[in-house]
T-cell receptor, first 118, second 112 residues
Framework: GAVVSQHPSWVICKSGTSVKIECRSLDFQATTMFWYRQFPKQSLMLMATSNEGSKATYEQGVEKDKFLINHASLTLSTLTVTSAHPEDSSFYIC??????????????FGDGTRLSIL | GNSVTQMEGPVTLSEEAFLTINCTYTATGYPSLFWYVQYPGEGLQLLLKATKADDKGSNKGFEATYRKETTSFHLEKGSVQVSDSAVYFCALSGDSNYQLIWGAGTKLIIKP
């Protein structure tokens, strides 16, 4: 149980293109989802916390107009990288909090999306 | 604020060696502690967890004990395999919004 599906797993696109990444909880409801960015050989950097039906909370230094997050249902959150440039190339990972779990249960992670901007 | 400190990598060991990856934390209250593993090119998988002091989490031969007196959660395995090569992240959760605070990650390389 508690499967999170992230799509696409890998995308290559030209500079200036907008890219949408989907994060779905397949067998549970997730009121809260998290979006992370991971640079090569580094730890995860939390970009934003996404709550269903409300605006995402962005971490300091993350451009909300560049990284648009929508969490329209209890099973789907999307991250759109708008007008992507080479410096946006990275590994993006989503995770979801299971509504039915105790507060000390972990987040469930997607497999990540490797974004390469040419 | 809360923080997690892991030993720097890479850690290189021979197959069947004993593994320890140190993790210490700073937190208010009573956080839950986790170890995640990331295999090359993949996302994160929960390896084990402990939710209160003196709890021992274990999985796939790995184990870690929640030591409140030393604020530590060191990861150990008695005999590593080549397939254990990955990056290991220590993390804590103590926030009501279930955010995870991450260590920097430790790359483990096991040579045959």
């Amino acid at each position: 149980g508690a499967v999170v599906s992230q799509h696409p797993s890998w995308v290559i696109c030209k500079s200036g293109t907008s890219v949408k990444i989907e994060c779905r909880s397949l067998d549970f409801q997730a009121t809260t989802m998290f979006w992370y960015r991971q640079f090569p050989k580094q730890s995860l950097m939390l970009m934003a916390t996404s709550n269903e039906g409300s605006k995402a909370t962005y971490e300091q230094g993350v451009e909300k107009d560049k990284f648009l997050i929508n969490h329209a249902s209890l099973t789907l959150s999307t991250l759109t990288v708008t007008s992507a440039h080479p410096e946006d190339s990275s590994f993006y990972i989503c995770s979801a909090r299971d509504l039915g779990q105790y507060s000390n249960q972990p987040q469930h992670f997607g497999d990540g999306t490797r974004l390469s901007i040419l | 604020g809360n923080s997690v400190t892991q030993m720097e990598g890479p850690v290189t060991l021979s197959e069947e060696a004993f593994l320890t990856i140190n993790c210490t934390y700073t937190a208010t209250g009573y956080p839950s502690l986790f170890w995640y593993v990331q295999y090359p090119g993949e996302g994160l998988q929960l390896l084990l967890k402990a939710t209160k002091a003196d709890d021992k989490g274990s999985n796939k031969g790995f184990e870690a004990t929640y030591r409140k007196e030393t604020t530590s959660f060191h990861l150990e395995k008695g005999s590593v395999q080549v397939s254990d090569s990955a990056v290991y992240f220590c993390a804590l959760s103590g926030d009501s919004n279930y955010q995870l605070i991450w260590g920097a990650g430790t790359k483990l390389i096991i040579k045959p």
